[in-house]
């Protein structure tokens, strides 16, 4: 079998962000939460990376409420700490230039202005 660590799920992910795939990239995720420690599976946890492949694949496939979703639990998912960090980085992922490609790729995808809105109010809070 295939060992599954965060750069194996991770490029899953990018495959689902890829072909739009939501409801396997949902599912990756849970498989990567649930921590399988038998077998073909090691334990991990979602990174960066994990958190930008989700909202990608959220927002290709027009469901921009649930790549918010996905910024809300990036931003409040404390980071491991058990890994080396620089002094003064923050405790949780933080967006950043991928992550706000990700929601462009939102706003090019709606038709209605008031979609629109909506997500720029809920970016700004």
């Known amino acids: 079998g295939v060992l599954m660590n965060q750069g194996t799920y991770n490029a ?8 739009r795939q939501w409801t396997v990239a ?17 334990s ?12 990608l694949t959220h927002a290709r496939a027009s469901r921009w409420w649930r790549a918010l979703e996905y910024l809300e639990e990036m931003t409040t998912t404390r980071r491991d700490v ?8 923050p405790f949780s992922f933080q967006p950043d230039m991928h992550t706000k490609q990700a ?23």
Do not use: H, N, W
């Open 12 to 19: 899953l992910l990018t495959v689902c962000a890829a072909g």
């Open 26 to 42: 949902d599912a990756v995720l849970a498989d990567m939460k649930l921590g399988r420690k038998t077998g073909a599976y090691l």
């Open 44 to 55: 991990t946890k979602p990174s960066k990376r994990t958190y930008d492949a989700l909202i």
């Open 82 to 89: 058990s890994r080396p960090v620089s002094r003064g980085m």
């Open 103 to 125: 929601f462009s790729v939102c706003v090019a995808r709606m038709s209605d202005p008031v979609e629109v809105l909506s997500l720029y109010s809920q970016l700004q809070q």
